[in-house]
């Protein structure tokens, strides 16, 4: 399905009936990394997924796409699918959309989690390799996809996974330039919420990999003390609904049935 959004088009899917989960992916990724587990929760669940801006097949909105921009977008879609307040599902950079979109409604949702992702700003050292990022994919953008998502798994799972691996480059693959560079501006200057997520009294969890290569786990514990916020560790890297999804269905399951 999609919507009409600013001159664009968004993607987007709904599927099951129940308490709304929203989820939203990460950076080079689109709502088909979802499947396994929209699968796994629509019997009991309205699952939406929604391509975020510039990935999938959503069009590209600006030249920078903030997680605000983002989560705008994502409030456009609930406004003509659900009647209920959502509890928000983000990967990584979908983390970020969801924070953002916490600041901007905090009266909109009942409950968030955050998978491979954080509260915390980019330091200036990220926000300096995000700038070196985006040269670097202006010059080769399917050499940089590539490299970018085997690094997201632990070391020693890249063997272990490489046909799931295969998969996610090829449709990081289908990610437009501007799609690409919008997004890495955008999480370069995204907001500290730490406050935001601190201030948040309903259901809230961080799902954080030991072994993740882009988020150092220490940050992780160090932000669930900080933010009051409960933290699940599993095995793996960045990709835990594909390193470790078992654990991952069962640990979300056990969340939602809080909610």
């Known amino acids: 399905m999609t919507l009409a959004y600013k001159g664009i088009e968004i993607n987007y899917h709904i599927s099951g009936k129940g308490t709304p989960l929203v989820f939203l992916h990460g950076f080079l990724e689109n709502s088909t990394m979802w499947n396994d587990v929209v699968s796994y929760f629509s ?3 309205a699952c939406i997924t929604i391509d975020l801006l510039g990935h999938g097949k959503t069009d590209c909105l600006g030249y920078i796409h903030r997680m605000e921009d983002m989560a705008e977008a ?3 879609v609930l406004d003509i699918t ?6 928000l599902i983000g990967h990584s950079m979908g983390g970020y959309v969801s924070l953002a979109y916490l600041d901007l409604f905090p009266e909109m949702i009942s409950g968030i989690v955050l998978l491979n992702s954080t509260s915390f700003p980019d330091n200036e050292e990220r926000k300096i390799n995000r700038s070196r990022a985006i040269d670097i994919v202006k010059k080769n953008p399917n050499a940089y996809t590539s490299m970018a998502i085997a690094n ?3 070391e020693e799972n890249r063997s272990k996974f490489s046909d799931q691996i295969e998969t996610i480059k090829n449709e990081a693959s289908k990610t437009p330039l501007q799609g690409i ?3 890495l501006e955008g999480m ?3 907001k500290d919420h730490t406050k935001t997520l601190l201030n948040f009294k309903k259901q809230k969890i961080i799902f954080a990999g030991e072994k993740d290569p882009v988020l150092p786990y220490q ?6 003390k900080h933010s009051k916020t409960d933290v699940i560790s599993f095995k793996g890297g960045h990709m835990s609904y594909i390193e470790n999804k078992e654990e991952l269905l069962k640990s979300l399951h056990q969340f939602l049935k809080k909610s």
């Open 43 to 45: 019997e009991t669940h």
């Open 219 to 224: 940050q992780n514990l160090k932000e669930s």
């Open 188 to 190: 370069k200057i995204r």
């Open 181 to 183: 560079i919008s997004a």
């Open 152 to 154: 997201l798994f632990a």
């Open 74 to 76: 994502v409030k456009a």
């Open 82 to 87: 659900i009647t209920d307040k959502p509890i």
